[in-house]
């Protein structure tokens, strides 16, 4: 099946719904949105790393917000960094002479964590490239900024099929226009969606609106 325009969702949901498939439903569905230090500080190092746009040596490129883009998916968004570099043998590249060895590379604020939604992003991003450029991609990084550290990641079969099995929950999620329940978990206190999220009122939301109905007319 091959997606059109209309039917696009951006890549950085990927991570987002599995990280929490009800985050994921609120930015998708619902549109919404909330801002925390960690949400900030990430954005700050995103504009600051997309600033630089292109970087060049005799054997390398260093390209800055990259726009991705994969109709088999159904998937849009930008990489942070593309790192090209010559290879004998890479792949041949439209714009640019010679072979050349592609590698994706996301910025990320704080230090080196255990973060496998966001390997399944830059996993993501790769799979694009693939599509656009007729490449294969076997790794790219996560960059801590933090830490000033990469994190390789390796794009294995498993990633692949989780990337491309989260990509067809998202589309099917979008045409059923059903924002999955509140499930509480550790990673909700630390959420900034939290409060439009109510993980703890929504456990029961039956139960929840009964609730507020009682309260209502006890008014």
């Known amino acids: 099946m091959m997606y059109s325009d209309d039917d696009l969702i951006p890549i950085s949901y990927i991570s987002q719904y599995e990280y929490c498939k009800r985050r994921a439903g609120l930015l998708l569905l619902e549109q919404q949105w909330v801002e925390n230090v960690h949400t900030v500080e990430g954005d700050i190092i995103h504009e600051r790393v997309h600033s630089g746009l292109r970087e060049s040596r005799s054997d390398s490129l260093m390209l800055r917000a990259v726009s991705l883009i994969s109709y088999r998916y159904?998937?849009?968004g930008k990489s942070d960094c593309v790192e090209l570099t010559k290879d004998a043998q890479g792949s041949t590249l439209p714009w640019a002479e010679g072979k050349w060895f592609i590698?994706?590379?996301?910025?990320?604020h704080g230090d080196v964590r255990d973060e496998p939604e966001y390997e399944l992003q830059v996993c993501a991003q790769a799979m694009c490239l693939e599509e656009m450029c007729s490449c294969r991609i076997d790794y790219g990084y996560l960059f801590y900024e933090g830490a000033h550290r990469r994190l390789k990641v390796i794009f294995d079969e498993a990633k692949r099929a989780r990337v491309e099995e989260i990509a067809q929950e998202l589309h099917d999620m979008q045409k059923c226009s059903i924002t999955p329940l509140a499930i509480k978990g550790k990673r909700?206190?630390?959420?900034s969606m939290n409060n439009i999220c109510l993980p703890d009122k929504l456990k029961n939301p039956f139960s929840y609106i009964q609730k507020l109905l009682k309260e209502a007319g006890e008014e």
């Open 74 to 76: 159904g998937l849009i």
């Open 188 to 191: 909700c206190n630390g959420c």
């Open 103 to 108: 590698c994706p590379v996301e910025y990320k």
